[in-house]
């Protein structure tokens, strides 16, 4: 068995967000912002599980299926951050009498360790640590300053995110709460890359989520690479694109 789809979706704001500094594994709480975008994620989210028209970002031969009724299972991080987000969308799928399991917290979603960058922006590492942040600029790596490696992040993200698919029924969606660098990495490696060497994918937003579909795949060797497809990237509760 395995999951219908699979959402990935980032945890609200917080104040470490709106001053731009790294979170890395700093467990820092969701702002009143931050709560306030879990909850209209989670609107849009039941309205969209339960409403295949409504799709965003998928081919007409993948909408036109009737969605599926065994509901979501929802698996987080557990920084608070991320664990907050979860409960929050748990709390409205509940309310919308959609069939909800979990949230329940898988370590290996948790953010990329930013090392000795924790806690301090952009402006503060070019200041203090000028190599480091040249070093980062440019490869997106930083083994002087302890950074995870791009590919560690990606592997421990695909395989916590591929486990939890293969454990839910095939008429449940799988929603992943975790975390905005985690997730652009795990992505790049559940499509059989190497988020060490690709950077065309850009970051998502606070409470924005991704999604993936099956890939009806024919061969072992494609089966091996890669079983799903990225359908839509950095999907929110905006007008501009769902009219929410």
Not at 51 to 73: C, H, I, L, Q
């Amino acid at each position: 068995m395995s999951a219908s789809r699979i959402v990935l979706l980032r945890h609200g704001q917080t104040d470490f967000n709106l001053a731009r500094r790294f979170q890395g594994r700093i467990d820092e709480p969701l702002n009143d912002s931050g709560r306030s975008q879990a909850a209209g994620a989670a609107g849009v989210l039941v309205s969209r599980l339960c409403e295949p028209s409504a799709e965003v970002g998928m081919v007409a031969a993948e909408t036109s299926r009737s969605y599926d009724d065994g509901g979501v299972r929802i698996v987080c991080s557990p920084l608070v951050r991320a664990l907050d987000t979860a409960r929050i969308l748990a709390r409205v799928f509940d309310i919308a009498g959609y069939p909800c399991e979990g949230p329940v917290s898988d370590e290996r979603l948790t953010e990329r360790f930013y090392g000795t960058f924790e806690g301090k922006t952009y402006e503060e590492i070019a200041r203090e640590q000028p190599e480091a942040y040249s070093e980062y600029r440019d490869t997106g790596e930083c083994g002087c300053a302890e950074v995870e490696r791009s590919e560690i992040v990606g592997e421990r993200f695909r395989d916590a995110v591929l486990e939890a698919a293969a454990a839910c029924r095939s008429d449940q969606s799988l929603i992943i709460v975790s975390h905005g660098s985690a997730i652009a990495r795990g992505i790049v490696s559940l499509l059989g890359l190497d988020p060490a060497d690709f950077n065309g994918l850009r970051g998502v937003d606070n409470c924005h989520w991704s999604e993936l579909v099956p890939v009806g795949v024919s061969t072992a060797k494609s089966a091996a690479r890669t079983g799903w497809r990225l359908a839509s990237h950095n999907i929110g509760a905006r007008e501009d694109i769902l009219g929410a």
